[in-house]
């Protein structure tokens, strides 16, 4: 029995593939899905996705978003995912460097900028972390 994993962004369809499993960072904690699993929709935080197959093992860093579990689909839906063995350790470390940066200056300027604002350069800070942690622990 297999899961049909879908993870879709704004640019369109991330990725499509049955998996045996899926473990991804819900918003109460790390969660892993197997065939047969009852229907949820859940929040998703910046974190790993663990896309397992019957003979390897796929590893996505994704950003905020939600999940949602029927039927043996798992629908992830995401401002945006990256496959670890795709993303360049230079420009991870760049964007992380633009990101923290502009949330210093936010912050700096907080009564300019609406909370909100600060609140998604915060995401983006911990999406860019997440894809820097997942590259490394992989590829050691």
């Known amino acids: 029995m297999a899961l049909l994993l879908k993870i879709v962004t704004p640019t369109g369809v991330a990725l499509k593939k049955e998996v ?3 473990v991804l960072p819900a918003l109460g904690g790390e969660i ?3 065939p047969g699993h009852l229907p949820l929709i859940a929040i998703i935080q910046p974190g790993e996705l663990v896309a397992k197959s019957e003979i390897s093992q796929e590893f996505f860093a994704i950003d905020c978003g939600f999940v949602r579990i029927s039927a043996d689909t ?3 839906l995401t401002d945006e995912s990256l496959n670890i063995d795709e993303a360049d350790m230079d420009e991870i470390d760049m964007a992380t460097e633009r990101a923290e940066k502009a949330l210093e200056e936010a912050r700096s300027r907080r009564e300019l ?3 909100a ?3 998604k350069l915060d995401a983006k800070v911990k999406y860019q972390m997440a894809k820097k942690l ?3 622990q992989h590829h050691l």
Do not use: N, T, Y
Request: overall charge negative.
């Open 113 to 115: 900028l609406d909370p």
């Open 74 to 76: 798992v629908f992830v």
């Open 134 to 136: 997942a590259k490394f």
């Open 32 to 34: 892993e899905i197997l």
């Open 117 to 119: 604002e600060i609140e």
């Open 20 to 22: 045996r499993s899926v």
